[in-house]
Every structure is written in structure tokens, then in C-alpha cells.
């Protein structure tokens, strides 16, 4: 069955960078896209970006772009979401999830962004 | 970028009541729209993609129609399990795939 296993929770601090990982299992791997979304507390979700894990493309959100970075290691069948220069706003819960429109979902990550 | 527009914000129901949730798009997205269900402190649980088309295992009270801008998601008498929030979502692959706003379905 397809499980999406994500890293768990971060506390940063404002200006740093998070690397959040999702570990895929159950299928092809680089046969699909992932997603990353996001989901600040009690807001609506937003799309972070897709990277297709069999040749590396990725897409981002125009409002995120100059800060994160989606990558994914194929032999680790393993998704990763890098978001630099942290404030407040960030502080949220990051999914990743697989299939286009997202069918399968990670756990969710809670990242908290606090002096 | 495309902005998905959601009506209402909440909406009050009873168990057994018929419910539409409302999505529009600020420009044409196709049928490349998605609906979801969250329940608190879950992930989205996808319900319907292409628009009208019923993900596996979900049920047949659950249906969506339209097109282009506009589109609706009905619940057709509601259960205790429908309580919760519900998120539209374009996925054209050539533009952000933006959620709406969402819409949380309480207990009347």
C-alpha cells in the first residue's frame, strides 16, 4: 500500500531554513509527483510546489519560489522541501502528498517558527 | 495566478439535509478541479477530481458538477462523518494549483 512517511515536527528559529523529508513506500517511486502543501493554523491550505521524481522538474508557487526548494533522492525513494529565511508566517503544517490532483498524504509536519 | 473562490465560509446543517458548496475560479480552469474533505487535525482526503469524477471508495452522496468557473460540490443527506471542511482545488498543470478558501460544514 502507498505510505508517505514524513520527518517529524521542527522549532526554528526567525531566518533559518527547514528541511522537511517524506519517505515514499508501496510504489514505483519515480513514476509520480509529489507535492508539498502547507497549512498554517486555522487558514486554508496552499500549494508549495510538485517535483516530478523521475527526472528532477520541479514547479513552485509563485509566492514561495525564491524560498523553497523541492528535491528527492531516488535510491532513498525520499521527497525533501527546503524553505529558507523562516519568519512567523511559516509556522505551519507541511504535507507532502502524491498523484495529480494529490491523492495520498503524508502525516503532516509541524513546523513552528519562534525566537 | 488563478484565484479559487469559495461560498460559503460555514455552513450550517442537520443530519440528513442536502448541502452545496460553491467554488468559482477568476479564470477558466477546464474541469481541473479537485474537492477535499479535512476533518480537524487530519490531512485532506480527496473527493472528487475532474470535477465530476467520484474517487474510489467514497460515497455516492458525495457529487460534483461544472465547468470552466464555476462548480459545485453537493452532500446529499448529510452524516455525522460529513461534519468538517471541505476545500476546492484547480490542478492545471500550467498554473499554480491554488485552493480555495474552504468551507466548514457545522452541526445546525
Redesign the interface.
Known amino acids: 500500500q502507498v505510505q508517505l512517511v514524513q520527518s517529524g515536527a521542527e522549532v526554528k528559529k526567525p531566518g533559518a531554513s527547514v528541511k522537511v523529508s517524506c519517505k515514499a513506500s508501496g510504489y514505483s517511486f519515480t513514476d509520480y509527483v509529489m507535492h508539498w502543501v502547507r497549512q498554517a493554523p486555522g487558514q486554508r491550505l496552499e500549494w508549495m510546489g510538485w517535483i516530478l521524481a523521475g527526472n528532477g522538474d520541479t514547479k513552485y508557487s509563485q509566492k514561495l519560489q525564491d524560498r523553497v526548494t523541492i528535491t528527492r533522492d531516488t535510491s532513498a525513494t525520499t521527497a525533501y522541501m527546503e524553505l529558507s529565511s523562516l519568519t512567523s508566517d511559516d509556522t505551519a503544517v507541511y504535507y507532502c502528498a502524491r498523484d495529480h490532483p494529490p491523492r495520498y498524504w503524508g502525516q503532516g509536519t509541524l513546523v513552528i517558527v519562534s525566537s | 495566478?488563478i484565484q479559487m473562490t469559495q461560498s460559503p465560509s460555514t455552513l450550517s446543517a442537520s443530519v440528513g439535509d442536502s448541502v452545496t458548496i460553491t467554488c468559482r475560479a477568476s479564470q477558466s480552469v477546464g474541469s481541473w478541479l479537485?474537492w477535499?474533505q479535512?476533518e480537524p487535525g487530519k490531512?485532506?482526503?480527496?473527493l472528487i477530481?475532474r470535477a465530476s469524477t467520484l474517487?474510489g471508495g467514497v460515497p455516492s452522496r458525495f457529487s460534483g458538477t461544472g465547468s470552466g468557473t464555476e462548480f459545485t460540490l453537493t452532500i446529499s443527506s448529510l452524516q455525522p462523518d460529513d461534519f468538517a471542511t471541505y476545500?476546492c482545488?484547480q490542478?492545471n498543470?500550467y498554473s499554480?494549483?491554488?485552493?480555495?478558501?474552504?468551507t466548514k460544514v457545522e452541526i445546525k
Do not use: H, N
Request: proline share 10%.
Open positions: 495566478d479537485a477535499y479535512q490531512g485532506p482526503k480527496l477530481y474517487e476545500y482545488q490542478y498543470t499554480p494549483e491554488v485552493f480555495g478558501g474552504g
